[in-house]
C-alpha cells in the first residue's frame, strides 16, 4: 500500500499570505495525485486532478505541481473561504489512498 | 446537476448488517466507475471499494474484503455497499462518489454525496 504523508499537519496563515500544502508517496504514484478540501459537516470537494489540473469551476488561485513521490498544492493568495482542511490522494494497482490531511487555519 | 443522494445509514449492533444506497442523477450513471468512501468521527478519509461501470471488477481495502460487498443498479441509476460482519471501526460518515476517468479505475472523485451516518455500537 502507497501511503502518502501530508505536512504540515496545521499550518496557521492570514487571508492574503500564500499557502504551501506538501504530499510525500512512499513511492512513485506518477502524476495520479489529487487534491481535495472539506469543511465542517461537509463532503469533500475536488480541486486538483493529475497533479496540477484544476477541477471544474475551482478558482485560479489554487494550482498543484509535482509529480513522482512529492506534491504540492498552493493557494496564492488566502481568502477567508479557503481555511478548511485539505487532502492528497493516489490511485495505484487498483488501491487508492488518502493523506492524513493538513489543516489550514486564521492565524 | 450531478446529485448523489446516501440512505441506509444507522445504529448497527457489533455483528450486524447494513445496506447503504445511492441515488444518482444528472449525468449518466452507467458511464462512471463508483465508489464508497468513508471518514470516521474526527477522522480523515478512507477509501472502501471501487466498482466498474458495468460491475464485471470491484476492488476493496484490505480492512472490509470478505465483510462488504458493493454493487449497481445502472437500471436504477444506484449504487449499493451491503456491509456485513459489522465492527466498532466500521463507524464512519459514507460517501457515494464518482470517479473521474473511465479506464483503468478513477483516478479521483468529482462528485460526492452529502454522507450517510453508519454507528456499530450495542
Known amino acids: 500500500e502507497i501511503v502518502l504523508t501530508q505536512s504540515p499537519a496545521t499550518l496557521s496563515l492570514s487571508p492574503g499570505e500564500r499557502a504551501t500544502l506538501s504530499c510525500r508517496a512512499s513511492?512513485?504514484?506518477?502524476?495520479?495525485l489529487a487534491w481535495y478540501q472539506q469543511k465542517p459537516g461537509q463532503a469533500p470537494r475536488l480541486l486538483i486532478y493529475?497533479?496540477?489540473n484544476r477541477a471544474t469551476g475551482i478558482p485560479a488561485r489554487f494550482s498543484g505541481s509535482g509529480s513522482g513521490t512529492d506534491f504540492t498544492l498552493t493557494i496564492s493568495s488566502l481568502e477567508p473561504e479557503d481555511f478548511a482542511v485539505y487532502y492528497c490522494?493516489?490511485?495505484?494497482?487498483?488501491?487508492?489512498?488518502f493523506g492524513q490531511g493538513t489543516r489550514l487555519e486564521i492565524k | 446537476e450531478v446529485q448523489l443522494v446516501e440512505s441506509g445509514g444507522g445504529l448497527v449492533q457489533p455483528g450486524g448488517s447494513l445496506r447503504l444506497s445511492c441515488a444518482a442523477s444528472?449525468?449518466?450513471?452507467?458511464?462512471?466507475?463508483m465508489s464508497w468512501v468513508r471518514q470516521a468521527p474526527g477522522k480523515g478519509l478512507e477509501w472502501v471499494a471501487n466498482?466498474?461501470?458495468?460491475?464485471?471488477?470491484?476492488y476493496y481495502v484490505d480492512s472490509v474484503k470478505g465483510r462488504f460487498t458493493i454493487s449497481r443498479d445502472n437500471a436504477k441509476n444506484s449504487l449499493y455497499l451491503q456491509m456485513n460482519s459489522l465492527r466498532a471501526e466500521d463507524t464512519a460518515v459514507y460517501y457515494c462518489?464518482?470517479?473521474?476517468?473511465?479506464?483503468?479505475?478513477?483516478?479521483?472523485?468529482?462528485?460526492w454525496g452529502q454522507g450517510t451516518l453508519v454507528t456499530v455500537s450495542s
Open positions: 462518489a464518482r470517479g473521474c476517468g473511465a479506464v483503468a479505475g478513477p483516478r479521483c472523485f468529482d462528485y
Open positions: 444528472g449525468f449518466t450513471f452507467s458511464s462512471y466507475w
Open positions: 466498482i466498474k461501470q458495468d460491475g464485471s471488477e470491484k
Open positions: 513511492q512513485s504514484v506518477s502524476s495520479y
Open positions: 493529475d497533479a496540477s
Open positions: 490522494q493516489q490511485r495505484s494497482n487498483w488501491s487508492i489512498t
